[in-house]
């Protein structure tokens, strides 16, 4: 599975942007998916996950109640809404899949999109 991530871009605190994962590839209905940022001097994080149905969706305790994770598998598509940004929000944004379920662990994922900047501004 092939990834391309967009949706990026600068918003005030308290905006909203939605990410979009686009895959290519027939297999996708069978990938879970979770999105990872990183922020400059810091190491990769997991920002929320969501297995091949839809069905179980996770969340980092910094996010939860502002970001929702979605996907529509006729588009091969995962989404990532993001509200109330804060500036601590701000990071290269990644997507990446593995078999089946989602993961908190980057490392048990293979395919990586290419990641899109997300600032939000004070």
């Known amino acids: 599975v092939q990834l391309q991530a967009s949706g990026g871009g600068l918003v005030h605190t308290g905006g909203s942007l939605r990410l979009s994962c686009a895959a290519s590839?027939?297999?996708?209905?069978?990938?879970?998916v979770a999105w990872f940022r990183q922020a400059p001097g810091k190491d990769r994080e997991f920002v929320a996950g969501i297995n091949w149905s839809g069905g179980s969706t996770g969340y980092a305790d910094s996010v939860k109640g502002r970001f929702t994770i979605s996907r529509d598998n006729a588009k091969n598509t995962v989404y990532l809404q993001m509200n109330s940004l804060k500036p601590e929000d701000t990071a290269i944004y990644y997507c990446a899949s593995k078999p089946w379920e989602w993961s908190n662990e980057e490392t048990d994922f293979g395919s990586w999109g290419q990641g899109t900047q997300v600032t939000v501004s004070s």
């Open positions: 590839g027939r297999t996708f209905i069978r990938v879970g």
